[in-house]
Nanobody
Framework: QVQLAESGGGLVQPGGSLRLSCTASGSIFSINAMAWYRQAPGKRRDLVASITSAGNINYADSVKGRFTISRDNTKNTVHLQMNSLKPEDTAVYYC???????????????WGQGTQVTVSS
């Protein structure tokens, strides 16, 4: 089994910054893409940013220029640096990993439990 553990959420004022982290652990051979998604109340879960093992990055238009995704392949960790936060960034943020399992080299999708980010004055 695989676990994705997120940290770093919280309450911040508009214009402020937060840094989210997610570490994958368990029967991991390697990890292909890692990503952050978010889901606001009453809305669908949407992609915020993704990064492949080779370092190819994709951002949602709404966060370009404000958010930065990075990963450390040696630690199976992905980070999301969020700057110039807006009230509309308020959501539960979920970590995602496309993991290659050790025991059979199969590819599976795993999600973290989510961390709340609230942007409010």
């Amino acid at each position: 089994q695989v676990q994705l553990a997120e940290s770093g959420g919280g309450l911040v004022q508009p214009g402020g910054s937060l840094r989210l982290s997610c570490t994958a652990s368990g029967s991991i051979f390697s990890i292909n893409a890692m990503a952050w998604y978010r889901q606001a109340p009453g809305k669908r879960r949407d992609l915020v940013a993704s990064i492949t093992s080779a370092g190819n990055i994709n951002y949602a238009d709404s966060v370009k220029g404000r958010f930065t995704i990075s990963r450390d392949n040696t630690k199976n960790t992905v980070h999301l640096q969020m700057n110039s936060l807006k009230p509309e960034d308020t959501a539960v943020y979920y970590c995602y990993g496309n993991v290659i399992l050790t025991f059979d080299r199969s590819s599976r999708q795993w999600w973290g439990q989510g961390t709340q980010v609230t942007v409010s004055s």
